[in-house]
């Protein structure tokens, strides 16, 4: 499976960005996917992710209300949905793939990453 992130950026504080994952290989809707992010000199934290079905969802503290997750089985993408950005955003965003049957909040539970995309927020 491979992952390519797009729709990364620099925007303003309060404003909005979109992030897309597509996903080329085995069937894109077997795969629980989620978002992580790793800003510098920090660890990778996990955002958000959403079951092969997109009926279960979940997000980190910091950025529920803001970031919505969601997927599009028939175009093999996930997206990732970003509104009032902080600069505590910032930061570089992975998608990955899960093949196991865990709650995806952990980095070690997936299988496949993408290469990344830079979202920079400014104040």
């Known amino acids: 499976v491979q992952l390519q992130a797009s729709g990364g950026g620099l925007v303003q504080a309060g404003g909005s960005l979109r992030l897309s994952c597509a996903a080329s290989?085995?069937?894109?809707?077997?795969?629980?996917m989620g978002w992580f992010r790793q800003a510098p000199g920090k660890e990778r934290e996990f955002v958000t992710t959403i079951n092969w079905s997109g009926v279960h969802t979940s997000y980190t503290d910091s950025v529920k209300g803001r970031f919505t997750i969601s997927r599009d089985n028939a175009k093999n993408t996930v997206y990732l949905q970003m509104n009032n950005l902080k600069p505590e955003d910032t930061a570089v965003y992975y998608c990955a793939a899960s093949l196991g049957s865990g709650l995806g909040v952990w980095t070690g539970e997936y299988d496949y990453w993408g290469r990344g995309t830079l979202v920079t927020v400014s104040s």
């Open positions: 290989g085995r069937a894109f809707s077997t795969f629980r």
